[in-house]
């Protein structure tokens, strides 16, 4: 890849002495340091910076028109390889293939000692090294600087080179995250429908166990209806009274029974199956 972007006599790989068109946001960047944005920590001395929602810039005024140039220069190498340049609150991010990455320009501080009379301290100051920086994650961290072989303008190449590459690798990662999400995601359906046919089924037989039950008891309360009115018959009590208790009780075994279920307007809403567990609670008292 940096043999092809070096190679590639379109791509403007080199840094103006002068800014020709600079772009909308160099243009507010220049704007926004000529007001003299000092740093704010008292350690660090003669340093600006951009403020909100402007490109992410720190450098000594000596060092402005430089940092303006080299980044004019990178962000029209990037519009010209198909990516773009945002800025979201006070972060700057080159998209690269659909990938965000923090992009910032710095100056290199040197630290220097301050004597006082009782304690040292310490300061930092202009170093006139210019710096930039790419930050896409924990993994994906890199740094450009001044060295004696050459200068931040001349490592566009470099620049370029890794910006697209971790590009290339953050989304690779993004695609296979997704990947291992959808066959979560899909494991996670397959689960839960059979989960549902598991809760499906335990529910028929339960069901089933418990029609079981009511029918022994609709057996065990027919029969046990019919010697109530033999015995009744062989004595010769069969009067009125007793007979309409035995068509109640005959009506509410059909209201029970789970082959005829007759609907009784006085019984609506009542459970049926309330009468098996009202039973099995009380046989559970003396048989734990």
């Known amino acids: 890849m940096k043999n092809e972007i070096k190679n590639n006599p379109s791509l403007p ?9 600079p772009d909308i946001l160099i243009q507010n960047a220049k704007s926004d340091l000529e007001t003299s944005n000092f740093n704010p920590s008292y350690q660090y001395k003669d340093i600006i910076y951009t403020t909100k929602g402007v ?19 990178l ?3 990037l519009h010209k390889r198909g990516h773009d340049i945002v800025v979201e609150e006070y972060i700057t991010y080159a998209i690269i293939f659909d990938e965000k990455i923090n992009i910032k320009c710095r100056e290199k501080s040197k630290r220097v000692m301050v004597k006082k009379e009782r304690w040292t301290n310490y300061e930092y100051h202009p170093s006139g ?9 924990y993994s994906a961290t890199k740094k450009w600087t001044d060295n004696k072989n050459e ?15 971790t590009a290339k690798e953050l989304k690779k990662e993004r695609i296979e995250r997704e990947e ?3 066959r979560y995601l899909e494991e996670q359906k397959i689960e839960q429908q059979l989960q549902a046919l598991r809760d499906k089924e335990l529910k028929a037989m339960k069901s089933l166990f418990k029609d079981m039950k009511r029918h022994e008891m609709t057996t065990r309360l027919r029969s046990y209806i019919q010697d109530f009115k033999r015995y009744h018959e062989s004595k010769g009590e ?3 009274e007793i007979l309409k208790w035995l068509e109640w009780a005959n009506e509410k075994i059909e209201w029970f029974d789970p082959m005829i279920e007759k609907e009784i307007l006085l019984l609506k809403g009542i459970k049926r199956n309330s009468f098996i567990e009202s039973q099995e609670k009380h046989s559970s008292m003396f048989y734990p």
């Open 75 to 77: 962000i029209k190498l």
């Open 13 to 21: 790989l080199s840094v103006p002495t002068r800014m020709y068109k």
């Open 129 to 137: 090294i210019l710096k930039f920086k790419m930050d896409a994650d």
């Open 151 to 165: 200068l931040l303008e001349e490592q566009l190449v470099k620049i370029l080179t890794k910006l697209e590459l």
């Open 180 to 182: 291992r999400r959808k």
């Open 55 to 73: 490109l992410n810039i720190e450098v000594s005024k000596q060092m402005v028109p430089r940092a303006l140039r080299f980044m004019n220069a």
């Open 238 to 240: 069969l009067t009125e």
